[in-house]
């Protein structure tokens, strides 16, 4: 069974940074993809980041280019979530997520979820 748990969420002031971790197990990952998504109180889910497990490729939403910055640790089966100069509309429940297969941002495409931690950037 898979199991994604993030952690790293916390409150932060605007321009500040977090990170964020995704201990990933129940499977071998080597041929998934690890997303992170949010979901801000009233809004759709929205995709932040995704990196392939096998070969490190990335693709970023165009709003955290530049800002945030996604890794991975193969020994520790963890995914990270950089993130720096955050800004307050980007408070919001941080998610983790798995799909096979090569990278996508579509939420309902992500196989597996994480619990989510919240975000919060004050002004």
């Known amino acids: 069974q898979v199991q994604l748990v993030e952690s790293g969420g916390g409150l932060v002031q605007a321009g500040g940074s977090l990170r964020l971790s995704c201990a990933a197990s129940?499977?071998?990952?080597?041929?998934?993809?690890m997303g992170w998504f949010r979901q801000a109180p009233g809004k759709e889910r929205e995709f932040v980041a995704a990196?392939?497990?096998?070969?490190?490729?990335?693709y970023y939403a165009d709003s955290v280019k530049g800002r945030f910055t996604i890794s991975r640790d193969n020994a520790k089966n963890t995914v990270y979530l950089q993130m720096n100069t955050l800004k307050p509309e980007e408070t919001a429940v941080y998610y983790c997520a798995a799909k096979a297969g090569y990278l996508g941002s579509v939420y309902h495409t992500y196989e597996h979820w994480g619990q989510g931690t919240q975000v919060t950037v004050s002004s």
């Open positions: 990196i392939r497990w096998s070969g490190g490729s990335l």
């Open positions: 129940g499977r071998a990952f080597s041929s998934y993809t």
